[in-house]
């Protein structure tokens, strides 16, 4: 059974530090990775996808990268701003195209 | 572009009513999905569509829940009858492509069955 597991559960930065976030994926049978942003009471909103066949996508301060070999994709986010405060979802599609969550990593930005 | 429209945007209902989850996708879009999210579980695909046909709802919970898609501009989710544990946030989300395209959601639905 395919498995994402996102770390950390949470995490509270000060206003323009760089970090990372973590996923890991049980299955090498990747078809793409997606990273979405999900606000208090809100739905969820696509970031960045990245094909198998790709590395990593940019968009902004965001950068998505993924390692097939490894089961691992991260996502760096550039000068965090209090707007970054979210939760941060991963989610991975195998060949069923089914899109399998991770259980988020809830984001802080403090000013 | 509306994006993906849902209603209600908030139900409450008592045990043992039917309930009805309404989605318009983005226009254009030929897939459609119904997802759970709870704090147990996260978000869990329940079913979806391509071109207005269900391809997959081997993650439906049971015999109470069923979903219909009559033509391309809207779906349902129905529960009959609700129960308390059904109480989560349900998503729907529509993608140009049928496998694993970019998934643009909606703002959900948040049902409460006590």
């Known amino acids: 059974k395919q498995e994402v597991t996102q770390i950390p559960a949470a995490l509270s930065v000060p206003e323009g530090e760089n970090l990372v976030l973590n996923c890991s994926f049980t299955?090498?049978?990747?078809?793409?990775l997606q990273w979405f942003r999900q606000d208090p009471g809100k739905g969820l909103t696509s970031l960045l996808l990245?094909?198998?066949?790709?590395r990593e996508q940019t968009s902004g301060r965001l950068n998505a990268s993924l390692d097939k070999s490894s089961g691992r994709s991260t996502l760096y986010i550039a000068a965090s701003q209090p707007g970054d405060s979210a939760t941060y979802l991963c989610?991975?599609?195998?060949?069923?195209?089914?899109?399998?969550f991770g259980q988020g990593t809830t984001l802080q930005v403090k000013p | 572009d509306a994006g993906v429209i849902q209603s209600p945007r908030h139900e409450v209902t008592e045990m043992g009513q039917e309930v009805t989850l309404r989605c318009k996708p983005i226009?254009?879009?030929?897939?459609l999905f119904w997802y759970r999210q709870t704090m147990m579980r996260g978000l869990e695909l329940l079913i979806y569509?391509?071109?207005?046909?269900?391809?997959?709802d081997s993650g439906m919970p049971e015999d109470r829940f069923s979903a219909k898609m009559p033509n391309a501009s809207f779906s349902t989710l129905k529960i009959q009858p609700s129960e308390p544990r059904d109480s989560a946030v349900y998503f729907c989300?529509?993608?140009?492509?049928?496998?694993?395209?970019?998934?643009?959601f909606g703002p959900g639905t948040r049902l409460t069955v006590t």
């Open positions: 989610a991975f599609s195998g060949n069923t195209g089914k899109l399998i």
């Open positions: 226009s254009g879009h030929n897939s």
């Open positions: 299955d090498s049978a990747i078809y793409n």
């Open positions: 989300a529509s993608s140009l492509a049928r496998l694993a395209g970019e998934q643009y």
């Open positions: 569509f391509n071109n207005n046909v269900p391809i997959d």
């Open positions: 990245i094909q198998s066949s790709q």
